[in-house]
């Protein structure tokens, strides 16, 4: 019969790893570790405070596997390379290709080809670099652990960790795997990388914690990833690898990723696209087939229409749109990781932002107080007048009274380490001029009691001038007791006040005790103090997040916190920043738990501001709450806790100095500086990526629709083919494929920011588009078979003749096209050449080009095209013309009459 440490495998096993024989046993089910009593813990593991021999050790690792994070299987380059190829629009060029090879058009099907491989190539590699948040967390949890091992304490790597496995931690220790306390001193621990808690964390082995407790309330707990602050402590491994709260983060990763906004919309435009090429392309096959058309020439046909309709450049000039704006996004400080996500943050309707570490400095900071007698005041800066005495007293108290060491940097700055409450005195005290290397030569310590979570307070006796003084900071109800002549009840309405204003409060006093007492540590010798004040703790707002934030709404983007720290601080937040009033009320995880799922979740989603103590698995509902309410959402975070969220967004954006390598593996965006106002510009750059996108896409499909239209009017009124597969080909090469790019370096356009987002059902082709496209292609299209039926039917022009000129003329009609493209609503005179000149470049490119290839003996008679006069040049320019002052004439309709229902 297994042992309870066998069938405990099966369920502590993480991932792939190969299952032992005893696996096959029914697991126990794994209780609630921090619930149960320590005692019982130890011999549910079975082990002793002497920890495992080394070959139980060995068995069990035999059984468990190492403790490492799982890893998510990575696609091998052919995969990642093949999977460039499913898309619709790519099966009709493919489809096209090999048809060319069927009738011999070798040069369309190599072209083809080729843009095909180029942009598999670039999307590959795109996906093929982009690193995984999982890879990140294995990172996290390789570090080494002191244990016991057969009754001796040694050091281990951290993979080599079992359940039941004894270890130590102390102050500076990265805890290895998840831990149920047997024993704790003065335990405080960091675990902000997986709740977004800034403030420490107290443990304790012998606390009563319920079964239910979220992962922030777990006193009885150490977690993989978090880091011991101060005290030490003993306890026994319950989880390792995929089965710790870590390894839940891991495993959360590995689902599909949601598609970004402009792919979907890509994809939406491939299928329209192929719907119409394959419906037009059987129509007029049908038409040519009762005619009596040979079915060879049909088949010339289609691939003639498909080579036309769709723009092969297309694919790499969206490409090239992306990557220029993934350059300009990185000189704003944004990062992009994943390039179709470029413009992600322009499409986005909501941003969900991570509190700590990026709204805020996650950093506390001694930020308001209230003084006996003096009221609220603020802290920063030196008091003067009547509140110089009093405040002095108050930061010398809570130097005195610390743990933590201040360190000054060459620039003058200072920073410390330790407890971050303690930290925060000592960097406000040192503001002061009341630094505690100052203070200690003049008042040494010889007696300390330090803080224990039962205590809630800590002192510090020091000598002043013969005297024996006490300095005590901590929780005001276990402060006031120790004070003669406080007012209570001003000190708990103010301790009240500024809690609601999201602080955390302390209450400082001082007093003369006997010197023997307070040599011992005897807490029976604080009494009779003197009651200093209060004082308010938060992590401060950065400075740019407000203008940061007030511009995201004003472009119609909405913002809502999502935190793990505490309801009351989420909302003084919302509040300091706008995003909530006095009446909103935060939702808790513990309420999102209590609504189960349906319209009560949907409901309480919907209307807060502010998410306070939620787990991560949490922000990921959260998220597709937002998503399934109809927002485009945006998720920042920085922490191992925000990575699930992070890749269930549609945009996931992490902090680049302070953020975890698994939020950067998790995310499509990175802010290298960290700064939420860089989020704004992202959003800006996003939303010119998308024009640019969109005004590429115009040109291409305008152009392709007259192509069309030039065909299907021959073939319907029997005229010749005006254009061979071949110079639809080289048409589609130096038009298209040169000026699409070039529309890609478009700057933004003026008031970018002050519309509002796309609807996030908007299609790519809306009402605008589709509106544009027409008159374009119809009037290039019109125009063009307008001319070459009179050069055929009326001046009796030979085909060949007939096609030469008009395939200068669609040239010149695709020159003048892409300068009306550079703006969807400004005026083609209003949009200065300077702004792109690669547009410029682009144009007499593609003269240029078609011009030498005239001239060009092989070339020009594989394209059958001869050189052209200057004055039959100039006679067709008048015509392409045509398609300037079309446009022109929509554009200013437009802005008098808007159409309902447009883009």
């Known amino acids: 019969m297994p042992s309870g440490p066998e069938r405990l495998a099966a369920a502590n096993r993480a991932g792939p790893a190969a299952r032992a024989p005893e696996s096959r046993t029914p697991a126990a089910p794994e209780p609630p570790w921090h619930a149960v009593p320590a005692e019982e813990a130890m011999r549910a593991l079975d082990t002793g405070p002497g920890g495992l021999g080394e070959d139980e050790a060995a068995r069990r690792a035999s059984a468990f596997g190492p403790n490492r994070l799982p890893q998510r299987r990575r696609a091998g380059p052919l995969r990642v390379f093949v999977r460039q190829f499913g898309d619709p629009l790519i099966y009709i060029l493919l489809a096209a290709a090999v048809a060319s090879v069927g009738m011999g058009d070798a040069g369309d099907a190599v072209f083809i080809l080729a843009v095909l491989l180029l942009n598999a190539a670039i999307g590959g590699y795109q996906e093929w670099k982009a690193e995984t948040g999982a890879e990140a967390l294995r990172r996290i949890v390789r570090v080494r652990a002191v244990v016991e091992r057969g009754g001796a304490r040694r050091e281990v790597d951290g993979e080599d960790l079992v359940p039941g496995d004894v270890v130590h931690v ?26 977004g808690e800034s403030v420490p964390v107290a443990k304790r082995a012998d606390a009563a914690v319920d079964a239910g407790a979220g992962l922030g309330d777990r006193a009885t707990m150490l977690h993989a990833g978090s880091v011991v602050l101060a005290g030490r402590g003993t306890g026994v491994v319950c989880r390792t690898g995929g089965r710790t709260e870590l390894g839940g983060v891991a495993l959360s990763l590995g689902g599909a990723e949601q598609a970004p906004p402009l792919v979907l919309r890509l994809r939406a435009f491939s299928r329209r696209v192929a719907v119409v090429v394959v419906a037009t392309a059987a129509l007029l096959g049908c038409v040519l087939l009762l005619r009596g058309e040979a079915p060879a020439q049909v088949l010339l046909l289609a691939v003639a229409l498909a080579v036309s309709a769709i723009p092969e450049g297309l694919p790499v000039a969206i490409t090239v749109a992306l990557s220029v704006a993934s350059n300009r996004m990185a000189r704003r400080n944004v990062i ?432 605008r588009m589709v509106e544009q496209t027409v008159l374009a292609g119809a009037t290039i299209g019109g125009v063009g078979f307008a001319a070459f039926w009179w050069m055929v039917e009326v001046a009796a022009m030979p085909v060949e003749e007939a096609r030469n000129l008009l395939l200068l003329l669609m040239v010149l009609f695709e020159n003048l096209q892409v300068l009306g493209s550079r703006s969807e609503t400004r005026s083609v005179f209003r949009v200065p050449l300077a702004a792109n000149p690669f547009v410029v470049i682009a144009v007499v490119a593609a003269q240029a080009v078609h011009v030498m290839a005239m001239h060009a003996p092989g070339l020009s008679g594989v394209l059958e095209i001869a050189p052209v006069a200057p004055a039959a040049w100039l006679s067709l320019l008048p015509l392409a013309a045509s398609v300037v002052l079309v446009g022109e004439a929509y554009k200013r309709l437009r802005r008098r009459r808007p159409v309902p229902g447009g883009g």
Request: aromatic share 4%.
């Open 336 to 767: 992009v990781r994943l390039l179709p996500a470029v413009e992600g943050l322009g499409a986005c309707t909501l941003v969900a932002s991570d509190k700590t570490g990026t709204l805020t400095a996650n950093r506390l900071t001694v930020a308001r107080l209230w003084v006996p007698g003096l009221g609220e005041v603020e802290a920063g800066g030196s008091p003067a007048g009547a509140a110089a005495a009093p405040v002095r007293g108050l930061a010398a108290t809570g130097a005195l009274c610390n743990e933590a060491t201040l360190h000054r940097a060459t620039d003058g700055s200072v920073a410390a380490t330790g407890d971050t409450v303690d930290a925060a005195f000592l960097v406000w005290a040192d503001g002061m001029g009341l630094g505690r290397e100052a203070l200690l030569p003049r008042h040494p310590q010889f007696g300390a009691i330090a803080y224990e979570a039962e205590r809630r307070y800590a002192a510090s006796f020091n000598r002043h001038d013969g005297r024996v003084l006490a300095h005590v900071k901590g929780a005001a109800d276990a402060v006031l007791p120790m004070c003669g002549g406080a007012d209570a009840a001003a000190v708990r309405r103010a301790e009240t006040g500024l809690a609601q204003q999201g602080y955390r409060v302390l209450a400082l006093a001082s007093g003369e005790v006997g010197e023997d007492a307070a040599r011992r540590g005897d807490p029976a010798a604080l009494a009779r103090l003197r009651f200093l004040g209060l004082a308010g703790l938060i992590d401060p707002i950065r400075p740019e997040v407000p203008e940061a934030v007030a511009r995201c709404r004003a472009a119609g983007v909405d913002v809502r916190i999502v935190t793990g720290d505490h309801p009351a601080t989420g909302l003084a937040i919302a509040r300091r920043l706008g995003l909530a009033s006095d009446a909103d009320r935060g939702v808790t995880g513990a309420e999102l738990a209590a609504a189960g799922d349906g319209r009560a979740r949907a409901g309480l989603v919907h209307g807060a501001r502010v998410f306070a103590r939620v787990e991560p698995a949490q922000k990921t509902e959260i998220v597709q709450a937002l998503q399934g309410a109809g927002h485009f959402v945006a998720v920042t975070g920085d922490g191992v806790n925000d990575a699930p969220a992070l890749r269930a967004a549609h945009i996931g954006v992490a902090m680049g100095r302070s953020g975890s390598d698994v939020a950067r593996g998790a995310a499509d965006l990175v802010l290298a500086d960290d700064n939420f106002a860089s989020i704004v510009a992202g959003i800006e750059e996003g939303r010119v990526a998308y024009d640019n996108v969109r005004k590429v896409v115009w040109m291409a499909v305008a152009t392709g629709a007259a192509e069309i239209l030039l065909i299907a009017l021959a073939v319907l009124l029997g005229l010749p083919l005006p254009l061979t597969a071949v110079q639809l080909l080289w048409l589609n090469l130096v038009t298209n494929g040169l000026q699409d790019v070039a529309l890609a370096f478009e700057r933004g356009e003026p008031g970018v920011l002050d519309r509002p987002p796309r609807p996030p059902d908007e299609p790519l082709f809306d009402r």
């Open 170 to 195: 102390g102050s500076g220790v990265a805890v290895p795997a998840d831990v149920r306390l047997v024993a704790a001193r003065e335990l405080r621990v960091d675990e902000s990388l997986l709740t």
